[in-house]
T-cell receptor, first 116, second 115 residues
Framework: AQTVTQSQPEMSVQEAETVTLSCTYD???????LFWYKQPPSRQMILVIR??????QNATENRFSVNFQKAAKSFSLKISDSQLGDAAMYFC?????????????FGQGTELSVKP | EAGVTQFPSHSVIEKGQTVTLRCDPI?????LYWYRRVMGKEIKFLLH????????ESGMPNNRFLAERTGGTYSTLKVQPAELEDSGVYFC?????????????FGQGTRLTVV
């Protein structure tokens, strides 16, 4: 069975600095999708970034980038130039390639606080 | 375009009572998913509708949970009778069917507290 593990329940970063959130996963599939979702307090969860496993190039979205290590089954999220609005719960998630973005397996979440 | 909307945002009920959660997906999204996050743990998949049909209900915890999506539009998730361990945040998500652009959009969740 597929599993996703986020070993950092809480992280903190100074505004304008860089922070990396960790995520590891387990699967026997060779092709799949990985995601990072952000849930601000009392607000909807939104997709931050998506990585397709067959693509070797790490995905990037503005200040957000991932370090995808397929052999190590690691998928970390780097947030550069952290802003106060980045404070949120971050969830790492996995989905099967035939159901991309649909049925998701989530990690436990990492709560990120940003200090001014 | 309106996002995924969930009602109510909070619900506090006593053990043994019934609660019905509602999810209105984004218009045109045939896929609808229910998830649940119990305090401090991971978000777990409950079930998946394609239009009005249950595609996958492997995550439903037991027969006290009943999900419906009559007409393939909004969905309800009823818990009857509620138990203490049902407390958590229930999320709904919707997405299009297709090969591309099938990102799942989430609602803000319903926080259910059973006392």
């Amino acid at each position: 069975a597929q599993t996703v593990t986020q070993s950092q329940p809480e992280m903190s970063v100074q505004e304008a600095e860089t922070v990396t959130l960790s995520c590891t996963y387990d699967t026997s599939e060779s092709d799949y999708y990985l995601f990072w979702y952000k849930q601000p307090p009392s607000r909807q969860m939104i997709l931050v970034i998506r990585q397709e496993a067959y693509k070797q190039q790490n995905a990037t979205e503005n200040r957000f980038s991932v370090n995808f290590q397929k052999a190590a089954k690691s998928f970390s999220l780097k947030i550069s130039d952290s802003q106060l609005g980045d404070a949120a719960m971050y969830f790492c998630a996995y989905s099967w390639v035939y159901n991309q973005g649909g049925k998701l397996i989530f990690g436990q979440g990492t709560e990120l606080s940003v200090k001014p | 375009e309106a996002g995924v909307t969930q009602f109510p945002s909070h619900s506090v009920i006593e053990k043994g009572q019934t609660v019905t959660l509602r999810c209105d997906p984004i218009s045109g999204h045939d896929n609808l998913y229910w998830y649940r996050r119990v305090m401090g743990k991971e978000i777990k998949f409950l079930l998946h509708f394609v239009k009005e049909s249950k595609q996958d209900e492997s995550g439903m915890p037991n027969n006290r949970f009943l999900a419906e999506r009559t007409g393939g539009t909004y969905s309800t998730l009823k818990v009857q009778p509620a138990e203490l361990e049902d407390s958590g945040v229930y999320f709904c998500a919707s997405s299009r069917i297709g090969q591309t652009n099938t990102e799942a959009f989430f609602g803000q969740g319903t926080r259910l507290t059973v006392v």
